[in-house]
């Protein structure tokens, strides 16, 4: 089984309001992963968790803020985001960091719209 | 700044020939290279993983590296209509302190298969 889920599937907020992303796997992998996915781009690392620790920090902006309770669990807490940050977000997990357990699994995105 | 570069076709391929798809990535300490596949509007779905030079093949694909070159391709053999997809070349190297690192995308190739 290498189902990464995420809720919600669609989510649109206005610029003020206060939402949160989910990610779940029970895969027992220790390291998730949130990206970023403009249309027709590729999709863009946000964040690393290793080991429930936040190891990567790709210079995003504040009003992103990742949390991870457990090794199953990831979440996305956004605050007053702009119209720009309209995207696909993108969950992943791999069993590990290291070379050759690092494949890494993508859940089915979240699609958010700023208005 | 790591660099992984694709061209972004549209690659058209006759159903039942052999599409050959390709990547270049800048970073010499690159360890790990993944291919996914991303149909419109989905998450990315692993095709395949190499991390060594030479070929690896499962099923209808085939991964090549070469890290001399710094190249990576996928050959996708008795192409099918479903084949038809944008296909994301992804490049992991070692992260900081040798931990955990995101994936660092090519731009992808659309790819069509033509009944």
């Known amino acids: 089984d290498t189902e990464v889920t995420q809720t919600p599937k669609h989510l649109v907020m206005g610029m003020t309001n206060k939402k949160s992303l989910k990610c779940e796997q029970h895969m027992g992998h220790r390291a998730m992963y949130w990206y970023k996915q403009k249309a027709k781009k590729p999709p863009e690392l946000m964040f690393v968790y290793s080991y429930e620790k936040l190891s990567i920090n790709e210079s995003v902006p504040s009003r992103f803020s990742p949390e991870c309770p457990n090794s199953s669990l990831l979440n996305l807490h956004l605050h007053a985001l702009q119209p720009e940050d309209s995207a696909l977000y993108l969950c992943?997990?791999?069993?590990?960091?290291?070379?050759?357990?690092?494949?890494?699994?993508f859940g089915p995105g979240t699609r958010l719209t700023v208005l | 700044q790591k660099e992984v570069e694709q061209n972004s076709g549209p690659l058209s391929v006759p159903e039942g020939a052999i599409a050959s798809l390709n990547c270049t990535y800048s970073?010499?300490?690159?360890?790990?290279f993944f291919w996914y596949r991303q149909y419109s509007g989905k998450s990315p779905e692993l095709i395949m993983s190499?991390?060594?030079?030479g070929d690896k093949e499962d099923g209808r694909f085939t991964a090549q590296l070469n890290k001399a070159s710094q190249y990576v391709s996928l050959l996708i053999r008795d192409s099918q209509p479903s084949d038809s997809a944008t296909y994301l070349c992804?490049?992991?190297?070692?992260?900081?302190?040798?931990?955990?690192?995101?994936?660092?995308f090519g731009k992808g190739t659309h790819l069509i298969i033509q009944p």
């Open positions: 992943a997990s791999s069993p590990s960091a290291g070379r050759g357990t690092d494949t890494q699994y």
């Open positions: 970073d010499r300490g690159s360890q790990s």
């Open positions: 992804a490049v992991k190297g070692l992260g900081s302190g040798g931990g955990a690192d995101g994936l660092t």
């Open positions: 190499i991390y060594s030079n």
